[in-house]
């Protein structure tokens, strides 16, 4: 039974399966030598720009932290939203392996704007503070919300007039691509993002993400921050070669205009019923949603979904590359007959 707990619990899509068998036939030199991850890298290269440098990693965790610690030193700061997935899910990963303070910025839809951020630009210059150097952003955020091209250009002249670096967490891209109607470069590099963590795991694809640099000269010594981090995969190609299915008649498009359509017509759905309350507008993949904690309990029993924010009876909603539209009616059906129960014993 498909259920509502996360874009990661779906399956993989077919055809980065059948890649993945075709490009196992044979030898191929290990470590990222090899003619798929070359492809690979050179559709990046042509999808974000000339100058973009792309490195493949195990997972998303790890193209953040590596991503950042590339731009980042352990006097340095991250300014990022309270929602953000390297505040809040990453189990402190950034302060650990970078060694720099994570400073959050509350936002009610998860987007940072430049005079949300400001209150921590301070202390530049003074060797008693943390030096400001990151600003991070999630597109999609984790409140399922997606940032324009030009709140993102406006953050990122915030960001670089004050000496620093633009990163950003791409684990939805896809949706928020599908969502504005956009090819990828549109709100990355032409926008003024320096570093991509880009996704696609949670868009049909196995395992693997990759770090992108969009700037020249951004990456550094990165194959040496990669390969300490313990991300350098021996059989790369197992995580390059996804991309090439991936991108292959725009297969990342399919996947995810199908997850926001579906996620769409559940929040119809769900916004039938005046006892429950849409929190976020449904721009990509996820629904937010309160509702009594006895009705979710209820219904996450047959469809699984997670408390977002227990406080207020928030939950999220996620939908995949595969839910179907009988996943979202049955969902439904059995939401109004929870609602007609608890009516009849009130």
Avoid at 4 to 31: K, Q
Avoid at 179 to 204: E, I, M, Q, Y
Wanted: proline share 3%; hydrophobic share 40%.
């Amino acid at each position: 039974m498909r259920g509502f707990a996360s874009d990661n619990n779906s399956g993989v899509h077919p055809e980065i399966l059948a890649e993945l068998s075709r490009i196992n036939e044979g030898h191929v030199i290990g470590y990222g030598s090899d003619e798929y991850t070359d492809k690979a890298r050179a559709l990046f290269r042509e999808i974000f720009g000339d100058e973009t440098e792309t490195y493949f990693v195990f997972n998303g965790t790890a193209a953040n932290v590596l991503g950042l610690s590339s731009v980042a030193r352990s006097w340095n700061s991250i300014v990022t939203a309270s929602s953000a997935h390297i505040e809040e899910d990453e189990c402190g990963a950034p302060e650990k392996f970078i060694g720099c303070k994570v400073l959050t910025v509350d936002s009610p839809d998860g987007k940072l704007t430049p005079g949300m951020v400001e209150k921590h630009m301070r202390g530049f210059d003074f060797e008693h503070h943390s030096q400001p150097g990151v600003v991070s952003i999630s597109q999609t955020t984790e409140m399922g919300t997606v940032y324009t091209p030009s709140e993102i250009r406006k953050l990122a002249d915030y960001v670089h007039a004050n000496g620093m670096f633009l990163h950003m967490d791409g684990a939805r891209i896809a949706n928020a691509a599908v969502s504005l109607g956009l090819p990828f470069r549109a709100f990355t590099t032409d926008s003024g993002v320096d570093v991509l963590s880009f996704g696609g795991t949670k868009n049909g694809m196995m395992y693997g993400e990759a770090v992108c640099f969009l700037r020249k000269g951004l990456s550094g010594e990165f194959r040496y921050i990669r390969k300490q981090g313990m991300q350098l995969a021996s059989k790369m190609r197992f995580i390059s070669a996804q991309y090439i299915a991936y991108f292959r008649n725009d297969l990342w498009k399919t996947c995810a205009s199908h997850s926001n359509l579906m996620a769409g017509l559940l929040a119809r759905k769900i916004s039938e019923f005046s006892e429950l309350r849409i929190t976020q507008p449904t721009e990509a993949n996820g629904v937010f949603v309160v509702m009594p904690r006895d009705l979710a309990e209820k219904l996450s029993r047959s469809y699984f979904f997670y408390p977002w924010n227990e406080s207020i009876g928030e939950y999220r909603l996620m939908t995949s590359w595969d839910t179907t539209g009988e996943d979202i009616e049955m969902f439904a059906a059995l939401l109004k007959r929870e609602l007609k129960k608890a009516q009849r014993f009130r």
